[in-house]
C-alpha cells in the first residue's frame, strides 16, 4: 500500500471495506506514522464536526406543505395505437384522385376548339393537354390554400390562446 | 411509526395519498433538513428548502425509479439540487452562515452555559464548513454526517467515485488548517 494514497485509510475509517480489508489496512498502519495521522486527523474532524448535533425543522412545516403542494397533472393518456396501413392507404387513395381529376381536366381540355385544330401532331396535342391539366389543377390548389389560410391562421392563435 | 417500506410509501403518494407523504416526511423531515442545513448553513433558507423538496417529492413521486437507487438517495438528490440552485443564485445578496448572528449569551447558570457553549462550538464548525468550496462542503456533509458510501454519493451527484475521495482529502485538509482541533479534542 502507497502512503501517497490516503484512500484505504479513508475505507477504515468511514467501514466501507471488508473485515479482511480492514485487517490489512491496521497492520499496516502499525509500521506507517503517516496513515495514523491522518486517521486521527479524520477521527479529530469527525468530532468536532459532531459538535453540530442535529436540528428539528419547525412544526408547522408539514402543514406548509400540504397547503402548498400543486393539484396533482393529470396522468399522461396512453399512446393511440395507429395502424401503419392508414397512412399508406391514405397516400393512395389521395394519389388516385389527382390522377382521376387530372383525368378529366385533361379530357375538358381536349374538347376546347383549340386543341382540335391542332390536327395531326397527337405528340403536341395529348402532352400539351396534359401540362395544361396540371398546372390548372395546381392552380385551383393553391388558390384553394391561399383562400383558406386567413382562417386557418386564426383558427391557430385562437386554439394558441387557450393552451 | 409507519412500518411500510419506502417504496410503498412513495408508490401510494404517486396515487395522490397525502397520509402516505406525511409519512415519508415524519421518516425524512430531520436529516433532509440537516442535510440542507449544514450545506446552505442558513436555517431560513434550510426550512424553505425542505418545504420545497417535499413539495417536489408530491410532484415528481410517479418518476421515481428503484431501479436507479435507493428512495433515501433520490431525495437526497432532490434536497442538493435544490439547495445548489438557490445557493448559487443568492450568492452574491446572501450571508451564509446566518447561524454567526446569535448574540453571544452570558448566565452564571450551568446549564445555560452549556448550552452557549455548545452553540459556539456549533458555529464555529458552520463557520469551518462554510469555509470550503460547496462541493468540497456536499461531500464532507454527505460522509460525515449521513454516513453514505462514496459509491451512493457518486451516483446521486455523478460525480466519479475517484473524484469524491480526492475532494474529501482536500476538504479534511483545509479544515485543519482552519480549525483550531484543540478545541474539540475532548
Given at each position: 500500500m502507497s502512503c501517497d494514497n490516503k484512500n484505504p485509510v479513508l475505507t477504515l475509517y468511514f467501514h466501507e471495506g471488508r473485515p479482511s480489508r480492514e485487517k490489512s489496512i491496521r497492520s499496516h498502519l502499525e509500521t506507517c506514522e503517516e496513515c495514523r495521522n491522518y486517521l486521527k486527523m479524520l477521527e479529530m474532524t469527525g468530532r468536532c464536526l459532531d459538535a453540530w448535533e442535529d436540528e428539528k425543522p419547525a412544526p408547522e412545516t408539514f402543514d406548509r406543505i400540504l397547503s402548498a403542494l400543486p393539484a396533482r397533472p393529470p396522468r399522461p393518456e396512453p399512446a393511440r395505437t395507429s395502424n401503419p396501413l392508414f397512412p399508406l392507404a391514405g397516400i393512395a387513395a389521395a394519389i388516385a384522385v389527382i390522377l382521376a381529376e387530372l383525368s378529366l381536366v385533361q379530357r375538358l381540355l381536349a374538347r376546347l376548339p383549340f386543341w382540335n385544330s391542332l390536327g395531326q401532331s397527337w405528340p403536341l396535342r395529348d402532352l400539351g393537354s396534359a401540362g395544361l391539366s396540371v398546372l390548372t389543377f395546381f392552380a385551383l390548389g393553391a388558390f384553394a390554400a391561399l383562400a383558406l389560410a386567413p382562417f386557418l391562421y386564426f383558427q391557430s392563435r385562437h386554439n394558441g390562446s387557450c393552451s | 411509526?409507519?412500518?411500510?417500506?419506502?417504496?410503498?410509501?412513495?408508490?401510494?403518494?404517486?396515487?395522490?395519498?397525502?397520509?402516505?407523504?406525511?409519512?415519508?416526511?415524519?421518516?425524512?423531515?430531520?436529516?433532509?433538513?440537516?442535510?440542507?442545513?449544514?450545506?446552505?448553513?442558513?436555517?431560513?433558507?434550510?426550512?424553505?428548502?425542505?418545504?420545497?423538496?417535499?413539495?417536489?417529492?408530491?410532484?415528481?413521486?410517479?418518476?421515481?425509479?428503484?431501479?436507479?437507487?435507493?428512495?433515501?438517495?433520490w431525495l437526497y438528490t432532490i434536497a442538493l439540487n435544490l439547495t445548489r440552485t438557490e445557493m448559487s443564485r443568492k450568492a452574491h445578496d446572501m450571508k451564509s452562515v446566518s447561524l454567526d448572528d446569535i448574540a453571544p449569551l452570558h448566565s452564571d447558570d450551568p446549564e445555560v452555559g452549556a448550552a452557549v457553549e455548545r452553540e459556539e462550538l456549533r458555529n464555529e464548525v458552520a463557520r469551518m464548513l462554510d469555509g470550503l468550496p460547496p462541493h468540497f462542503r456536499e461531500v464532507v456533509v454527505l460522509k460525515y454526517y449521513h454516513h453514505l458510501q462514496f459509491d451512493e454519493i457518486s451516483r446521486m451527484t455523478g460525480v466519479p467515485a475517484g473524484t469524491l475521495r480526492a475532494r474529501f482529502h482536500r476538504a479534511v485538509d483545509r479544515l485543519r488548517s482552519r480549525v483550531r482541533l484543540k478545541d474539540f479534542a475532548q
Open positions: - | 411509526m409507519d412500518s411500510r417500506s419506502d417504496q410503498d410509501l412513495i408508490e401510494r403518494t404517486a396515487q395522490g395519498d397525502t397520509m402516505a407523504l406525511k409519512a415519508l416526511y415524519g421518516r425524512y423531515e430531520m436529516p433532509v433538513y440537516n442535510l440542507i442545513l449544514r450545506s446552505a448553513g442558513n436555517r431560513e433558507l434550510a426550512q424553505d428548502l425542505l418545504q420545497e423538496t417535499f413539495t417536489r417529492l408530491w410532484s415528481m413521486a410517479r418518476l421515481f425509479d428503484p431501479r436507479r437507487g435507493s428512495f433515501k438517495s
